[in-house]
Every structure is written in structure tokens, then in C-alpha cells.
């Protein structure tokens, strides 16, 4: 287990829980189940059980490094890496690859969301250790597949030769979010799954596939060699991510590569990419509304109603809405509007930086 | 004019502009149209034209004493009529009755509404005078009679004796709130108008009505002679209305009497009934929508929106809604949802009374 290390991801702004989520909060800093613990703190503690506490690392922007500092204390600021502006997952790939590399050439390293949540957790763990394994004495790029549970198109899809056997398959094709029709196909072939953001690779074989497939980036990070895990990394860092071009790992290498492989996710999992997926795994009352507010609900149905606990909310007659009142923004929209919040975000925020 | 006086019921605590207006702050005291005068401030400048200031007399509860004094800073004590508890219109009618009697008994008198409103105010002037001077040298009841617009539910109706060429026309029936199909019905056949609860008569010809109809009422207040702008009326007011009953003027009076005469209103009306009337004479955008707030409408129309400036609303696909956050309350609920709003506050005042 020494050699394994834990990249967790945590610099997404997200708007699609806007207004609860903002800019200066964004949503793996919050509670968004309402156990006492963030969704940044919830997959921390999921990785406990693979990785040394000492080989974790977060790659946030370098806005959030408070709220890092404060949710996970028992990191160093060695472990906290912080990006000066977002430029995608290749960047916030490389820039631990190299990094971790420098520390331990031997590193198997997950890449993982900070803001996903995973039910049956000992399944998560088995999936990981398999895929560990699977990468510490190969040079495969391995990702975690979900099974769909429905015809996403918000959602990369992974497909796989059929190998009933092996635990760890050969991946044919990524497609980033299909159109409705498509991914419905996707789902009823069994050949697919999701792409769920979380990667398993040997640090050895995720900068060779950099240097192969994104040599640019590669050569950037390489030359900060001298200054990682010393005062000077985020100097360096700085004027590093200046040069990165914004690409997303699957884009840059997943889609390309020839030795990438999937292990199935046999647990459960949800992004909580969308209101309506929050209301999915959460109680509900007899109408199908979730109720996280002081409120009172007439001929309301399939809802979701949010607010603080001394504002009083009263809803009549509405069927698949969400209702949320967050400090001074008051949002009411069809709770399947995900595809909305970028727009409602933005618009917002000419409305006043306040807002966002 | 120096016989004319002015009684305007200042006590209603309403419901159906909650949560903007309140137990403690009721819609006559609120600017709700934005003017920088409140709805109890216009009526006071409304009657400017046809009574001397110093014979204005405001009933209301003693909860808004402070309320009425602010907003009509040139009232004396004598003038403010305080309700310790509410009895309905006949007793908020036979009390300035009784009182201003013993000032001048030949006092006419005019009962009016404070949360209404006139547009057409010169009309209007002229309209009360018409009923002001038929009061003053006769025995009649008179209503201004408002001509129906749509076949309203929760108006009462008057039927008139159609006498094209008299001003001031007899009154033949009374009909509370009808039935849909009987509204209907009233407002094709063109003899019936609305009562608006404007009432014009003589506090001679009043009195005389009250003993005949409601002699308990009479006799109750009658015994306060004494007292009436005497630093012990208050006292007296207390104990009379422990013995009230609560009727209003129109079912103990108005559909009983026999000499009850009606002057058309020829000025444009509402009373502000419901946030669908509001709706209704406020200026809309495009989708009709009327937007008092920080707003960010989505395929949204025919609704109301209202909120303070410093919270954004944002709203999508809504039709006929309203959406109102007033200080701790949000309530989204249909426009003409007005039936409910008694149920909404009881309801919410259960689970606080800081939401009532």
C-alpha cells in the first residue's frame, strides 16, 4: 500500500447547485447529504482504506486552499496543490504525475472527483484494489466504469471487449455525451459504461502517455523536477500552468491511448452532477418531494425544496420544481434543468458578482 | 362641506397579500403600488377634495395606532378610533356614528375602505359628491355602486331599480359573493354593480338604521354620549366592544333596509384583492409578467414577481405564478390562488407565529 497515492480533484467552481453552491464555496466543500462531513471530507475518508494518509494529494484551485486546509487539517501544505487558474484535467493530471514521480518512481496514482459519492463502500475499495494492482505491474491506463442505470447524455460512455473472465477489460471506445437516442442504444447493448472520472495508472505510465500524447504539457511539468516538494513548486507551478493549454485528460489521452482498461464499479455511485440526481438518492415524503427547508407544500409534487431553517417556504401547485433559497439568491426551476445552470450561473452573475 | 366627514376603516389585517403584507404591517399600510404613498395614504388624499382634514376619522386596531400616526401625521388622538378587538363593519360603523353625532348631528357621513384604489379621481370626487348631497337632505343608505368588469366570485352584487335619468338609484337586492354561473348572470344583465363598501349617509339617517336593524349595537354605543372625545372614551370604547357582536354593515343594514339608494362609481377601481388584481393594473413586459424585484425570468409568463433588491430571483418556466420573498418567507403559489391565502397564513403561522 505504499506506493499507492491518491489524487483527489478538487478545483471545479460547478454551477449546477448554484445558487446553494458558489463560486466561493463550490460543492465538494459543502454537506450536501447533511452527514456532518463534505463531499471533499466523504471521499477523503473513502480512500483511507488504500492510501496512506501521506500519499494523498488535492489539486484545487488556489482560491479554495482555506477550505481545503480547513476540511482535511491533517494534509500538509506539500499535499495541497494549487492550480493559479483551471486548465482542465490534463494539467491537474501532470502536475501530480511529475510531482508524486520525483517522491516515489514506483507510485501507482488514483485520480479521483472530490465531489461524487459512493454507497457500498467495501465494493469501491475491492474495484480500486483490483485496478491498483492491475496498473502497479503493467503499463495500462485504467478507468472505473458505472454501470448506467439510464440513458444519460450528461456523461461520457466507455466501451469495453466483453471478456466475462478478466476483471480487468480492454476499453474499444470513449464517447463524450451522446445525444438521447444514441445513449440509449449504449445502455441496451451492455457494452458500455460510464466514465466516472476516476483513473488508476502508474505514475511511470501516465507521463509516458503525456509525452506520447500530450507532449507539450509533458515537457512543461518536467521542468519543474528541481523545485517539487521544495519553497519554490509554487513559483513554478505559476508560471507553468501560464503555458498549459485547457484539455481534459479523456480528450487528451484516454480517447488516444491503446492501453486503456476498465474495471467495473460494483458499487454505487452518483455524481451529483444535477439537482434531480440529489433528489434521486435522498427521502422523500408521499409526493415525491424532498423537503431540506422549513415548508409547507399544497398539491406539490416531485419537488425539491431547499432553504435555511428560519426562512419559512410555501409552495402551491408545482410537479418536478426545484425551490431553493441559498443566502441572497432565490432559484425556482424544473429540477431536471441541468443543462440550464451554466446559463442561470452566468446571467446571474451580470446581475451582480454578489450573486454568483 | 363643513358637515362632511370621512370614516376610513383602517383595521383589516387581510391575508392575501401575505407574506408581503403582515399581521403587524396589513396592506393599507404598505406603498403597494410603488408610488412612495401607501394605499391608507391615498385614501386620505382621495377624500382631501370633498372633507376637511379635521374631519377625518380613521377605525382601526389598536396594534396600528403607531402605524396610522406615522402615516398621517396631521390626525389628532381624537381622530384615531381604536379597536381593541375587531367586530366587523357594523360596530367600525355605528362607533364614528355615535361620535361624530355628538359633534354635529348634521354630520354626513362617508364610510370607506383604506386598501382600495381609484384611478379617475376627479369622477370620483364628483360621484361622492353626488351621494354626499342626496345623504344630506334625505333619509337614504347609499352605496357607491362599482360596474362589473368580469363576473367576480368574491364581490357582493347590488341589483338597482334602472332609472336612467336619476342619479341616485334605488336599491332593489343585496347578493353576497354569488356562485360563478350567478355572477354571470348579474353581470350580462347589466342592473347589478359591485358594492365596494363606500357608504354615504347622513349619521342621522345611520343611527336611525342601527336602532331599527341592530338595537343592541345602537344601544351599546349609544351609551358612550358622554364619553365621545373625552379622554375616557377609550375606556368606554373597550367595554362596548366586549359586548358587541360581530355583523357586517352590509348583512345587519344594507340588505335590510328599505331606503338603501345606489350612485354609480364612474372612476376606475380595485380593491387590491388578490395579487391577480394587482397583477392586473401594474405594467407588464412582454410575457406579462409583472417583475418587482431583482429578477431573471426563463420561459416564464403571466406571473408575479416580487422580492427585495438586494436577493436575485431567478425563475424558470412558470405560468400564472407568484413568487414573492418578503423578509422570512418565500411563497410561490398560483396568481389567482386568493381562496388559499387564509389557509397559507393559518398554516404558517402554525409553524411560527414570526412567519403570520
Known amino acids: ?79 495541497i496543490l494549487l492550480e493559479p487558474v483551471g486548465r482542465n484535467t490534463a494539467a491537474a493530471v501532470a502536475y501530480p504525475a511529475f510531482k508524486i514521480r520525483k517522491k516515489d518512481p514506483k507510485a501507482v496514482m488514483v485520480v479521483a472527483p472530490s465531489d461524487h459519492v459512493v454507497f457500498k463502500e467495501s465494493l469501491f475499495t475491492q474495484n480500486l484494489n483490483t485496478a491498483i494492482k492491475a496498473a502497479s505491474n503493467s503499463e495500462k491506463l485504467i478507468t472505473i466504469g458505472i454501470v448506467p442505470t439510464r440513458p444519460e447524455t450528461g456523461y461520457g460512455y466507455i466501451q469495453y471487449h466483453s ?5 480487468v477489460k480492454k476499453v474499444k471506445t470513449f464517447t463524450e455525451k451522446p445525444e438521447l437516442e444514441l445513449a440509449q442504444k449504449f445502455v441496451e447493448s451492455g457494452d458500455f459504461v460510464w466514465n466516472a472520472g476516476i483513473f488508476v495508472w502508474s505514475v511511470e505510465t501516465i507521463i509516458a502517455a503525456l509525452y506520447e500524447h500530450l507532449t507539450d504539457l509533458a515537457v512543461i511539468f518536467e521542468e519543474g523536477e528541481e523545485f517539487y516538494h521544495t519553497p519554490n513548486e509554487q513559483r513554478f507551478i505559476n508560471s507553468a500552468y501560464a503555458q498549459c493549454k485547457s484539455i481534459s485528460i479523456d480528450y487528451g489521452i484516454m480517447e488516444k491511448a491503446s492501453n486503456v482498461f476498465m474495471v467495473k464499479g460494483t458499487f454505487d455511485w452518483s455524481d451529483l452532477g444535477s439537482w434531480d440526481s440529489l433528489h434521486e438518492i435522498k427521502a422523500k415524503d408521499e409526493q415525491e418531494n424532498v423537503v431540506d427547508a422549513k415548508a409547507i407544500l399544497y398539491n406539490t409534487k416531485n419537488s425539491y425544496v431547499k432553504g435555511p431553517k428560519d426562512t419559512l417556504i410555501v409552495v402551491q401547485d408545482l410537479d418536478g420544481y426545484l425551490v431553493t433559497l441559498s443566502d441572497n439568491v432565490v432559484l425556482i426551476c424544473k429540477k431536471d434543468a441541468e443543462k440550464k445552470f451554466r446559463e442561470f450561473l452566468h446571467d446571474a452573475r451580470v446581475k451582480g458578482e454578489e450573486f454568483s
Not at 494523498?56 to 476540511?71: A, C, G, H, I, P
Not at 471478456?163 to 476483471?167: E, F, Y
Open 163 to 167: 471478456s466475462p473472465l478478466k476483471k
Open 1 to 79: 500500500m505504499k506506493h499507492n497515492y491518491v489524487v483527489i480533484m478538487a478545483g471545479g467552481i460547478g454551477s449546477r447547485f448554484w445558487p446553494y453552491s458558489r463560486a466561493n464555496k463550490p460543492k465538494q466543500f459543502l454537506d450536501v447529504l447533511g452527514t456532518g462531513r463534505t463531499l471533499l471530507q466523504m471521499t477523503f475518508d473513502r480512500f483511507l482504506a488504500i492510501c496512506p494518509e501521506e500519499n494523498f494529494y488535492v489539486v484545487t484551485n488556489k482560491r479554495y486552499y482555506d477550505l481545503v486546509k480547513e476540511q482535511l487539517p491533517t494534509l500538509s501544505g506539500d499535499q
